[in-house]
């Protein structure tokens, strides 16, 4: 269910009347989101999820519960304050305790878009269906995911904080086989304004690729020269940010602990092109206005010219370490160069061209080395041209390394990668040298 | 050092337990009047009548209905404090409709008459827009219908335990880890209680209860003046079990263990990468198993329909009763019966009895049958599904996930010590680490908490740094020792990902420890970063 602005006041203003605690917060989370899923070029299990859900924090000194519940009659409300209540006060006291914040100022919201919220089931089919039809056209097997709906969130404290934010999104993937089960290609794209989403030319993106890569050759593994397309930066970036809390580096348990004791803030540990950023109004991907706590979400750069610029910080640890408390961000943008990927591609001798990755674990939390392979179109550049599919890769590297060792950028553009599906990021494809492959996959 | 704790568990040939309808009534009666429990098996029967009546109105060839109520609680404490206590309750319904050969599911939270009807209504509109890019029809086999009550059996209900209780326990386990040497422990509980009213319109009336829970913790030694830092998480794995599994084990002297095993890893030797001999504990083999034997070998992914995602599998339906997957030694079965399995359940979410429909998946090496839900027989020649579907929650449309899927034990009484002599050159590997596999299953990496080398059939020093890399089908045909059922253990993930949307599945997979020859071996360290 989406709740209005005064709806979520509504619920929000009722559950904290309802407190007996010393101090408590509320937070609502609601959607309606339809998809259409295909596969063997025809519809498979398609379907409508509904919900709303509130969860009540509650305070006694610095001993806390949470409850969350989707039923929200009174009765049912009533019933989440009191059991949150009840686990709180069976608590132990928690010397890390933040009180509940009081009213923030938020930027404003661009994550929402009418039309999207009220897409119906039959505008997704049609969605699909050019899909389907290329294809079919081409003689290979599709299969795909468009999944559209619209979100509300809400957060209340006792101390005066109210935040609402309403938004939409719209998320297609597709891939395609070959029938001969040799050729594989994958496109993929999430916005927040459906309209932006071109489904039919990201069907011809994923026909063309699953052509192109048939009957790929093996090339041993090694270093290498490579493109990666958007899908396999977002991927890699996506996961490195969730390293970048300041907490574990000053513990001593982080990619960002400096030797002796410390983190690695204000240092230099990428090449000098690398500019990594987060920006809730950021036209291309916007982020949600409020993220942990209620803390607002703002601008931020996290790596600027190479240099580690900004971690995150708890309340807590901002508290103990005398630091402006810094919430995880909301969305993720790096900077782009002004090389095409044709033009990449031109000015490599010989290297390898990685439309996306697939099942990227952490291998080392030291290093920040990964593993994963590479899926759905992977090609050999010799000589400044595309010349052959190749089989795919298992890849054990590190972003840090990565983003040491770029040669080109290109523009920066919104993507979706395997592991960062539907986060809002947007990043370049880059040129990219000494990328470690480890062994070779049979897998198309 | 080999032989820590090592639960034992039998395969019972089944703990599905039928009972009178009226123990439904008796075993609710105690429990929280909320909004489900309200509800009651008639007033439900009269709900799905009504959108089983609504779908066959409006044309459904085929319609079920889910009314489900998800408890969880979570716990999680960090050194000497507790973070956090949660509790939360999830209640809706899910319809599904087959209209034409095109399905339609539609949820919502709220559950009543005018819900229900709407709910359906909206079920058949998705599948009637659908139609448009419907190019082949669904077709579903015959089900028998069911009447069925299902509670799992247990000693404690984890939902009664006082969260006292289990605070000390959570406290308990961080200070022993601290206590022998871990700079940092996070400890953490989390259980499920998952009930689940469901009809169909074959005549089906189902309901079910059951429970899961799962302790973990992480002990982290660090080393200031170098940088490092070493974890070893908890070997509990989660279970299908009330709170008696937790009290049964011995967690906080895992804890104590794990500590010095950290601390221990900091100062380990590099290993020498190169093809070498493993021998792997189940609390490792669990989650291989699940990689190269249990994706595999679910059937909608190999014919296709899970390729935008989770991706097709090597195991192509041409192969089946065909492929040597493994060594004779290798038996692999499925079955959704086991006692303590988090897959185990009397009738799956198509509504299938799972009692009797344990099958083999690899018998002696050969690879002998998929994992199917409803509608996927018919496509290698079945007559019908053996009982693997599954949805998340009440909002999700129930697709095929995996039973519990678990190698046999060897017909003889093997230790581990046993397995190990007959190495000159090897690593012994326990605990789950990194996992990573392709998408159509070969390629597979997998890491591990504890390494030790194993030299002219001794066990020697401890190992860092190291990860196994192979072929699925070369890995199970270099199995050639396994451990007999004295060494049996039951491993398995709370959170297994599949699906579009994305849903979780809970799986057990037991194993024994296992020997495989000549596997590729990684030293992980990257010395440039």
Known sequence: MILSRSEAKQITDKALSLSKADSCSVSLGGHERGHVRFALNSATTSGFQDDLTLSVTSNFGKRSGLASINELDDDSITAAVRKSEEIARLARENPEFMPPLGPQEYLESRTYYESTAKARPDKLAVLCDPVLKEAMDKKVTAAGFLDVGAGCAGMATSNGLFAFEESTGAVFTVSARTSDGTGSGWAGRNYHDMARLDTKHLGQVAVKKTLESQKPIAVPPGKYTVILEASAVCDLLGLMIGNFDARPADEGRSFLTKKGGGNKLGEKLFGDKVNLYSDPQHDVAPGTIYSTDGLPATKRTWIGDGVVEELIYSRYWAQKTGHEPVPYPTNLIMAGGSTSLEEMVRNTKKGILVTRFWYIRMVDPRTLLYTGLTRDGTFLIENGKVTKPIKNFRFNESPIAMLNNIEAMAPSERAAGSEVEDWSVSVPSLLVRDFTFSSLSDAV | ?529
Request: with cysteine; proline share 3%; aromatic share 10%.
């Open chain 2, 1 to 529: 050092m080999m032989k820590r704790r090592v639960f034992v568990k039998r395969i019972a040939s089944s703990v599905v337990v039928f009972s009178a309808p009226q123990l439904l009534i008796k075993a609710t009666a105690t429990a929280a009047q909320d909004t489900y429990h309200q509800i009651g098996p008639s007033t439900f029967r009269n709900l799905a009548d009504l959108a089983l009546r609504t779908a066959k109105g409006l044309g459904a060839s085929y319609a079920d209905i889910r009314i489900c109520r998800d408890r969880r609680e979570h716990l999680s404490a960090r050194e000497d404090r507790i973070e956090s206590i949660q509790n939360s309750t999830s209640f809706g319904m899910g319809v599904r409709v087959l209209w034409k050969g095109a399905w339609g599911f539609a949820s919502s939270n709220t559950v009543n008459e005018a819900s229900v009807k709407r709910t359906t209504q909206y079920a058949l509109e998705i599948a009637r827009a659908n139609q448009a890019i419907q190019t082949r029809k669904t077709e579903l086999e015959g089900l028998p219908a069911y009447e069925g009550w299902w509670t799992m059996p247990m000693k404690t209900d984890p939902f009664k335990v006082s969260i006292e209780d289990k605070l000390k326990t959570l406290l308990a386990i961080n200070a022993a880890a601290q206590k022998r040497g871990a700079d940092f422990c996070r400890s953490s509980m989390s259980f499920v209680q998952e009930e689940k009213f469901f009809a169909s319109s074959r005549g089906s009336y189902i309901h079910q209860s059951r429970v899961r829970s799962f302790p973990r913790f992480t002990a982290t030694a660090t080393d200031k003046e170098s940088g490092r830092f070493e974890n070893r998480q908890s070997f509990a794995a989660p279970r299908g079990s009330g709170y008696e599994y937790l009290e049964d084990y011995d967690l906080v002297g895992d804890a104590a263990k794990a500590a010095e095993e950290a601390r221990m890893k900091l100062k380990a030797k590099s290993v020498e990468p190169g093809r070498k001999d493993l021998v792997i504990h189940p609390t490792n083999l669990w989650l291989t198993i699940h990689e190269t034997v249990g994706h595999p070998t679910e059937l909608d992914r190999a014919l296709g329909y899970e390729a935008n995602f989770a991706g097709t599998s090597f195991v192509t339906p041409d192969k089946l009763g065909k492929l040597k997957y493994g060594s004779d030694l290798v038996t692999i079965i499925g079955d959704r019966t086991q006692e303590g399995g988090l897959a185990t359940v009397a009738f799956d979410d198509d509504g299938v009895r799972t009692q009797g429909a344990e099958f083999d998946i690899i018998k002696k090496g050969r690879f002998e049958n998929y994992q199917m839900s409803i509608g996927l027989a018919k496509a290698i020649g079945r007559k019908r599904s053996n009982g693997c579907a599954f949805a998340d929650s009440w909002d999700k449309f129930p697709i095929q996930r995996m039973p519990n899927i678990s190698l046999q034990p060897g017909k003889k009484k093997v230790s581990v010590e046993e397995l190990i002599a007959d190495i000159k050159d090897g690593i012994y590997i326990m605990g789950d680490g990194s996992w990573s596999i392709d998408q159509q299953r070969y390629n597979f990496q997998f890491g591990g908490q504890l390494f030790y080398e194993i030299k002219n059939g001794k066990l020697g020093q401890m190992l860092r740094d190291v990860a196994y890399q192979g072929n699925t089908v070369d890995f199970w045909n270099a199995c050639d020792g396994l451990c007999g059922k004295e060494e049996y253990f039951l491993g398995g993930a709370f959170n297994c990902g599949k699906g579009q949307p994305q849903q979780i599945a809970p799986v057990s997979h037991g194993a024994v420890p296992a020997r495989f020859r000549q596997i590729n071996v990684l030293n992980t360290n990257r010395s440039d970063i």
